[in-house]
C-alpha cells in the first residue's frame, strides 16, 4: 500500500465515520421527539450542538491543498487542538447520554476517535472508560441488568480497538515494504550503473593491453629495422630519403599509441603511483563490517603500465570476492618490491573456501575470479598463488618479475 492508496482508504474510513455518527446523533434525536421524551427539547439541541462541534473538527482536521503545498490541518492525531476538540465532544456526549439512553451508541463512533486522535497508551484507556460510562447509562436509564448492557459496548470496544491497531500494524508493515522496495529499486540502479562503469574500465583496459601488445610493439619494430636499414644505406642513396621518412612516421604513430595507451589506463592510476592507487581503493572498501589495511614492502620502483594495470585489478577482484564471499572483519593488501619481482598479497580473516573446489562458470571467469586472476598474472610471466581452507580465511599472492636495475646487470 503506498501513500496514495493510504490516502484514499482514510478518506473513505473518515467519510464512513462521518456518516455513521451523523445518522446515531440523528437516530437519538428522532427517538427523543417521536417518544415523547420528558427532555426531548435539550436531546435535540444537545445532538444538533455535538454534530456542529463535531462537524467545525472535522472540517479543521482536513488538510487543504493551495497551489503546491498544503495548510497544516489544525485538528490532527496526537496534538493538543485534537485532544481538546475530543473532550468537548465526549463532554457533549455525557451530557446527552444524561438525558437519553440511546446517546450510548454514539460511543461506537467515539471509540475510532479516540483511537485515531489520542497515543495508544491514552486511546486504549479513554475507550474502556466510554464503554463503562455507556454500559453506566444503560442501567442507570433501564433500571435493569442484562448481559447485552455489557457485551454490546464491550464489544464494540474490542472490534475497534481490534480494527485501528490492526490497520495501523498493516499500513506499517506495507510501509517498510514499500521501502525497501524503494531501497531495491536503487541498489538495483546502483548496481547496473556499476557493472557499467565495470564493463567500461574493463573495454579500456583490454584496449589498452591490445594496442601495447600489438600496435605499439610492431610500431617499435619498424622503427628499429628502418633505423637499421637507414645506417646500411649511403647517404645520397635515393632510398635514404624515404627509409628516414617511415622511419619519422613510424616514431609519431608509436608515440600516438603509447598516448592512447596512457589515455586508457584506470583512472586509479592516472593520478599518483600504484601504492597510492591501492591505498585509495583499502579506504573506498572500509565499511562498517570490513576494515581493509595496506602496506608496502622493501623500496618501491617504477613499474611499468600493464603491470600496474594488472596488480590493481587483482586487488580490486580479490578485495570484491571478500565482500561478497568471505564474510571477513579484516583485510590486508601489503605490496612488496623485491630485487627481481614485485608481489601483491591479499589476506583476509573470512569463511575461506577450498581452492581445488572452485567454481568455473560458462563464460569462464571462474565463480571466484581465480582463473581470470590467473590469467592476467601469466600474460605478464607472472604466477598466482591461492591458500584457504573452510573456516580459515583467504591468502591470495600475485608475484611478477621485473628487471633488476641497471646498474646491478652492469656489476
Do not use: K
Request: hydrophobic share 50%; proline share 5%; net charge neutral.
Amino acid at each position: 500500500m503506498d501513500s496514495r492508496s493510504h490516502t484514499h482508504v482514510t478518506a473513505a474510513l473518515r467519510l464512513c465515520l462521518h456518516a455513521l455518527l451523523t445518522g446515531l446523533l440523528a437516530l437519538v434525536a428522532v427517538r427523543a421527539v417521536g417518544e415523547g421524551a420528558p427532555h426531548a427539547g435539550a436531546v435535540v439541541a444537545l445532538t444538533v450542538v455535538m454534530a456542529g462541534v463535531y462537524a467545525a473538527g472535522a472540517i479543521a482536521g482536513t488538510p487543504v491543498r493551495a497551489g503546491t503545498g498544503a495548510r497544516a490541518a489544525s485538528v490532527r492525531p496526537g496534538t493538543r487542538s485534537a485532544a481538546l476538540w475530543l473532550a468537548g465532544l465526549c463532554a457533549l456526549w455525557l451530557a446527552l447520554l444524561v438525558l437519553s439512553a440511546d446517546a450510548l451508541w454514539v460511543a461506537f463512533p467515539l471509540y475510532f476517535l479516540q483511537l485515531h486522535l489520542l497515543p495508544t497508551r491514552w486511546g486504549v484507556p479513554a475507550v474502556v472508560v466510554t464503554a463503562a460510562a455507556a454500559i453506566t447509562s444503560f442501567v442507570v436509564h433501564r433500571q435493569e441488568i442484562a448481559p447485552g448492557a455489557f457485551i454490546g459496548p464491550l464489544l464494540g470496544a474490542a472490534v475497534a480497538i481490534a480494527t485501528v491497531l490492526g490497520y495501523d500494524a498493516l499500513f506499517r508493515e506495507s510501509e517498510r515494504r514499500r521501502e525497501l522496495i524503494v531501497e531495491l529499486v536503487a541498489t538495483r540502479a546502483e548496481l547496473a550503473e556499476a557493472e557499467r562503469t565495470a564493463g567500461t574500465l574493463a573495454e579500456r583496459e583490454r584496449l589498452a593491453r591490445e594496442i601495447h601488445d600489438t600496435l605499439a610493439q610492431g610500431l617499435s619494430s619498424i622503427q628499429l629495422l628502418l633505423r637499421a636499414a637507414e645506417r646500411t644505406l649511403p647517404e645520397d642513396a635515393p632510398a635514404a630519403a624515404h627509409v628516414r621518412a617511415a622511419r619519422e612516421a613510424a616514431q609519431t604513430n608509436l608515440a600516438e599509441a603509447r598516448s592512447f595507451v596512457r589515455a586508457l589506463t584506470p583512472p586509479d592510476l592516472e593520478h599518483g603511483s600504484l601504492a597510492a592507487a591501492l591505498e585509495r581503493l583499502c579506504a573506498r572498501t572500509t565499511g562498517p563490517d570490513l576494515t581493509v589495511r595496506f602496506a608496502v614492502s622493501g623500496t618501491p620502483v617504477e613499474l611499468p603500465t600493464p603491470y600496474e594495470v594488472a596488480l590493481l585489478r587483482t586487488a580490486q577482484s580479490a578485495l570484491a570476492n571478500t565482500v561478497r564471499h568471505a564474510r571477513a572483519g579484516r583485510a590486508e593488501i601489503t605490496l612488496s618490491f623485491m630485487d627481481t619481482s614485485v608481489a601483491l598479497d591479499v589476506v583476509d580473516d573470512g569463511r575461506g573456501f577450498d581452492p581445488s573446489a572452485a567454481p568455473v562458470d560458462e563464460r569462464g571467469d571462474g565463480g571466484f575470479g581465480l582463473p581470470a586472476m590467473r590469467s592476467r598474472a601469466a600474460t605478464l610471466g607472472g604466477t598466482l598463488s591461492v591458500e584457504s581452507a573452510p573456516g580459515q580465511g583467504t591468502a591470495l599472492a600475485v608475484t611478477l618479475p621485473v628487471a633488476a636495475p641497471a646498474e646491478e646487470r652492469a656489476a
